[in-house]
Nanobody, 125 residues
Framework: QLQASGGGLVQAGGSLRLSCAAS????????MGWFRQPPGKEREFVAA????????AYAASVKDRFTISKDSAKKMVYLQMNSLKPEDTAVYYC????????????????????WGQGTLVTVSS
């Protein structure tokens, strides 16, 4: 139900845009967002968009560099990543929660029922 794409190899300072294709059911759900898992580390929250409030939230580490957006007609969610750093290297996962999560819950991976297959982003120094 979630299909992420757009990962690849990029030099530090460069940009990439990740895309996530969703089904009708998942696209209109409570929250869609992105998590990532750096090599050897736990999965961590990156960004999320709440449909009901039409608002986005970001991890402190990516705020002002990453932007989450949507295209309702195409049922797509995007993650524009600018000024990439080597520490952004990770497998990125598109996620969905069917609930309208409160702020504190957005950052918890256990709150998201649906996960895409992941797309690898590698940032070279």
């Amino acid at each position: 139900q979630l299909q992420a794409s757009g990962g690849g190899l990029v030099q530090a300072g460069g940009s990439l845009r990740l895309s996530c294709a969703a089904s009708e059911r998942t696209f209109s759900s409570g929250v869609m967002g992105w998590f990532r898992q750096p090599p050897g580390k736990e999965r961590e929250f990156v960004a999320a968009f709440r449909w009901a409030r039409n608002t986005a939230a970001y991890a402190a580490s990516v705020k002002d560099r990453f932007t989450i957006s949507k295209d309702s007609a195409k049922k797509m969610v995007y993650l524009q990543m600018n000024s990439l750093k080597p520490e952004d290297t990770a497998v990125y996962y598109c996620v969905v929660s069917t609930r309208n999560l409160i702020n504190s819950a957005l950052f918890s991976r256990t709150q998201y029922e649906c996960w895409g297959q992941g797309t690898l982003v590698t940032v070279s120094s």
